[in-house]
């Protein structure tokens, strides 16, 4: 399939700005903790691949598509060590999955699906061997995203601006049934904020059976139950400013000069809802990208008597500032961007965040780039000490 | 006689096509200036020589454009990559080595803001873009320009060489 991809977004994401913003004392997203799984992370990855569990947090590789076993490395939270890993064999039954790039995956207690290009695999759990029992073929435009609904049923998820010539739809949902091994519900969403799939971007959240999704360049996120039916909605005029802009940017594109033209002008003109997390089914986090800045704003909505409030707004530096000082206070850095999986815990305002490499805390009086930070990184490269790294976050309304 | 009236033709014809590619794209740079310490795969500093780059034909891009990475990565015509790093950060490195596959010894590496600081006045942010030698100057070409000269990253790279070298 050929998509127009914008890798650097990806890239620029998850190394190149690697985003992560400092939270003060006083920031209602504070860090509770960062430690080292000892997981060891494929440098050259532009993508993690993780997905929660029962307090487990399950890493797979998203580059081991070179014929060898599949590994899925497994660290329990809660008990804070890592867990026996799953192996998946490289053997006739699962060739087909090994062979091929794995987009997104998720595990329940017997099963692990994993969604590619071409097929959804179904893998059966048996002694920490998984092996591909089913595979059901996965739309033109192929669904990319996975993510828990209830016990059997999964939201499979696909929203990106493909060429139309590869595929019909743009935005669609679908429910898996992984007890019947079907898929159901496919629903054709909205799609006009398609342009901006180009860039970083993660505008679904689920929390058990409650789906969040917004979009862009208007204020508007929507809540949906399990049988997708609008339940819920928040509205803002906060990006009314946007209008003023939307004549200058096209709405249709298809060549590379329009992709550039769009990131050019969003970089310079726009701000937009980047990401959101459900924190739990009554607390939303918002992240929103600022014109010609490094700065993210994070806006802390919740829920109190039937209606969702904006509790808090805050500015936050999206990276170290170059010659400020930096100690254990103040240095609790969060990779929100790319590289970053948030995922609710379940308990009520805790989430975590999961980046690679895994980096302890900078201690400097005056933060130089090259020094501070990409020199530790790059001997952690050199070392092939290059591990994922899990922060817990609380939020604090 | 005929097949020398018609060479004249088709040189005259090019010319007419170059110097009408030369007036809208090219811009003269002083190359040593602009682009010279770069760095290995190993974040390493190399100066680029003549020695080490295929005859001053030298794509920059960042990642913003995977299509044009490949169009000049696919053909059978070598040219030196030079990607842009925002850092000088191994893990770009991996990722960029790994997304394209890269094994040439004619690929290195740069940082944006050295770009920034060099060629401001070419490109304010960095995009893709072409540096080629034409008689004894440097010219370059902007993401733009590139782009319309290529047809979009869809002609065939020999007959954008010819393109070039024809002005020698």
């Known amino acids: 399939m050929q998509k127009l991809k914008i890798n650097n977004t990806i890239l620029v994401a998850a190394i190149v700005l690697l985003p992560l913003f400092s939270v003060c004392q006083n920031s209602f997203v504070k860090e509770i903790s960062n430690f080292n799984t000892g997981i060891p992370a494929d440098p050259s990855a532009s993508k993690i691949l993780s997905f929660l569990f029962k307090n487990t947090i399950y890493f797979l590789d998203p580059n081991k598509y070179d014929k060898k076993d599949l590994v899925i490395n497994a660290y329990d939270i809660i008990a804070n060590k890592k867990r026996e890993s799953i192996f998946i064999e490289n053997n006739k039954l699962n060739r087909s999955l090994l062979n091929v790039r794995i987009f997104s995956f998720a595990i329940t207690d017997t099963k692990v699906i994993a969604l590619t290009d071409s097929y959804i695999f179904i893998l059966k759990i048996e002694k920490n061997k998984a092996t591909v029992v089913n595979s059901i073929k996965n739309e033109k435009a192929a669904y990319s995203k996975i993510r828990p609904l209830n016990e059997n049923e999964f939201l499979l998820y696909v929203y990106y601006n493909f060429h139309p010539l590869d595929a019909p739809v743009r935005h669609v949902w679908a429910k898996l049934n992984i007890e019947k091994q079907t898929i159901e519900n496919r629903t054709i969403q909205d799609d006009k904020n398609a342009i901006y799939t180009h860039l970083v971007n993660d505008w679904l959240s689920t929390y058990k059976g409650l789906i969040a999704h917004s979009n862009t360049i208007d204020y508007q996120i929507y809540f949906y139950n399990d049988k997708f039916e609008k339940i819920d909605s928040i509205n803002s005029d906060k990006l009314e400013t946007n209008k003023a802009h939307l004549n200058s940017i096209p709405d249709n594109i298809s060549s590379k000069d329009e992709i550039m033209e769009v990131i050019q002008k969003d970089d310079s003109l726009l701000k937009r809802i980047q990401k959101i997390f459900l924190v739990d089914s009554t607390t939303l986090l918002v992240m929103l990208k600022v014109p010609k800045s490094r700065n993210a704003e994070f806006d802390l909505w919740q829920k109190k008597s039937g209606a969702w409030v904006l509790k808090k707004t805050e500015s936050i530096n999206t990276f170290y500032q170059d010659k400020q000082a930096y100690n254990s206070s103040n240095n609790k850095i969060n990779p929100f961007y790319g590289s970053m999986y948030g995922t609710p815990t379940g308990s009520s305002n805790m989430f975590y965040i999961i980046y690679t490499p895994f980096m302890e805390d900078i201690t400097t009086d005056s933060f130089n780039l090259n020094k501070d930070y990409n020199q530790k990184i790059n001997d952690m490269v050199r070392d092939n000490k290059v591990f994922y790294g899990i922060k817990k976050i609380k939020i604090i309304p | ?168």
Do not use: W
């Not at chain 2, 005259?12 to 110097?19: I, P, Q, V």
């Not at chain 2, 995009?127 to 002609?155: A, G, H, M």
């Open chain 2, 1 to 168: 006689m005929g097949l020398k009236r018609l060479k004249s033709f088709l040189k005259f014809s090019l010319l007419l096509s170059l110097s009408f590619l030369k007036l809208n794209a090219q811009i003269e740079v002083n190359f040593d200036s602009t682009i010279k310490v770069i760095y290995d795969y190993d974040l390493k500093k190399t100066v680029l020589t003549e020695k080490n780059s295929k005859d001053h034909i030298i794509f920059i891009s960042n990642t913003n454009c995977t299509g044009c990475v490949k169009y000049f990565m696919k053909s059978k015509e070598k040219f030196t990559f030079i990607f842009l790093l925002s850092s000088e950060s191994l893990l770009e490195v991996n990722k960029i080595t790994k997304m394209y596959a890269l094994k040439s010894n004619t690929v290195y590496f740069t940082t944006s803001e050295f770009i920034r600081k060099n060629i401001k006045e070419l490109c304010q942010s960095p995009t893709p873009c072409l540096f080629y030698r034409c008689i004894d100057s440097f010219y370059f070409l902007n993401y733009n320009e590139l782009s319309r000269v290529t047809l979009e990253f869809s002609l065939n790279t020999r007959k954008l060489i010819k393109q070039i070298d024809c002005l020698k």
